[in-house]
């Protein structure tokens, strides 16, 4: 990709991620943040697939997700121990887990065909809530100098989250007060 291409596209991902970012910590629910995140990221980069993977205990689960799968929607539980380590550390490209031990959550892009494939952590220095998986059936040129920028973003979903599991625990506090 010629340079002024890459750099309009660093900049159109990077002005979308920030522009999400401040929009997340708005909602007053952890699913209306999760879901506004699926439609902007499908919207935004045309991708097939968006999947929001959240840690429950020892397990990983498929919450929200849009796209054409075909296969394994109705996944059960997947223990993080079968899972790779490198998913939950820091943004991972397709590129860098080929030929590596494969995992049930890239089992599942290859059976759907998902050839191009991101993820970004969902953490912060407090949390760890799972990954997002963002995928397209096409190749697409996944640009290295992203990493950081997912990263980030990654912690300001997390922050998002925090905020609105904090909101809701509120709202049934109040609710409870009140009846």
Same mark, same amino acid.
């Given at each position: ?9 660093m900049k ?27 439609? =902007?990221?499908?919207a935004? +980069? ?9 840690? *429950? $205990? #020892? &397990?990983?689960? %498929? ?11 109705t996944?059960p539980?997947?223990?993080?121990? =079968?899972?790779?380590?490198? +998913? ?6 397709f590129?860098?887990? *080929? $030929? #590596? &031990?494969?995992? %049930? ?8 065909d ?66």
């Amino acid at each position: 990709m010629e340079p002024s291409k890459r750099q309009k596209l660093m900049k159109k991902i990077e002005n979308h991620l920030r522009t999400t970012a401040r929009k997340l910590v708005k909602f007053d629910t952890e699913g209306e943040a999760l879901q506004y995140l699926v439609n =902007s990221f499908r919207a935004e +980069l045309e991708c097939d697939l968006i999947a929001i993977v959240l840690k *429950e $205990g #020892n &397990d990983v689960v %498929p919450t929200l997700y849009q796209g054409d799968f075909l296969y394994g929607t109705t996944y059960p539980p997947i223990e993080i121990a =079968s899972c790779s380590p490198r +998913l939950f550390e820091g943004s991972v490209t397709f590129q860098e887990m *080929e $030929g #590596n &031990d494969t995992c %049930p959550l890239i089992d599942l892009l290859r059976r759907n065909d998902i050839t191009t494939w991101f993820s970004v952590p969902i953490k912060d220095e407090e949390s760890e809530y799972g990954i997002c998986m963002i995928g397209f059936q096409r190749h697409v040129s996944l640009l290295a100098e992203a990493k950081q920028l997912f990263d980030d973003f990654g912690e300001d979903v997390a922050l998002a989250i925090t905020v609105a599991r904090k909101k809701e625990i509120k709202q049934r506090r109040e609710h409870i007060h009140f009846n």
